[in-house]
């Protein structure tokens, strides 16, 4: 009998250990839920923030396309300006040169 006791409180202090163990399971397994559910919500912010970020980037690009296409406008401009200037200033010289010349020729220099 005594036997029988020893082996009934040895299986009530198992059942203790089991069920104690159990209730740790349980409560890691709702902590995991829990992190899933934390998870799940980060990668939808994650991926929310990825569309973000391919947006401005794409604005970028187009904000740089346009600023460079601006600026070869604005040097296209600048060029021709300038290469107008020099023609401007090569026919001056020119109508210089020319008069220059008929005054010499007219007092025969």
């Known amino acids: 009998m005594k036997n029988l006791e020893k082996e009934n409180s040895d299986l009530?202090?198992?059942v203790k250990c089991f069920e104690?163990?159990?209730?740790?399971?349980v409560e890691i397994k709702q902590k995991?839920?829990?992190l899933k559910?934390?998870?799940e919500s980060l990668k939808e912010k994650?991926?929310?923030?990825?569309?973000?970020?391919?947006?401005m980037n794409q604005k970028v690009q187009n904000n740089?396309?346009?600023?460079?296409?601006?600026?070869?406008?604005?040097?296209?401009?600048?060029?021709?300006?300038?290469?107008?200037?020099?023609?401007?200033?090569?026919?001056?010289?020119?109508?210089?040169?020319?008069?220059?010349d008929k005054r010499h020729s007219n007092t025969g220099h």
């Open 46 to 55: 994650c991926n929310n923030y990825e569309d973000i970020i391919q947006e």
């Open 64 to 100: 740089n396309k346009k600023v460079k296409e601006e600026l070869q406008e604005k040097l296209k401009d600048e060029l021709k300006k300038e290469s107008e200037n020099q023609k401007k200033t090569f026919n001056e010289s020119e109508k210089a040169n020319t008069r220059q």
């Open 12 to 14: 009530k202090d198992k």
């Open 20 to 25: 104690s163990v159990k209730s740790d399971n």
């Open 37 to 39: 559910q934390e998870n």
């Open 32 to 34: 995991m839920d829990c």
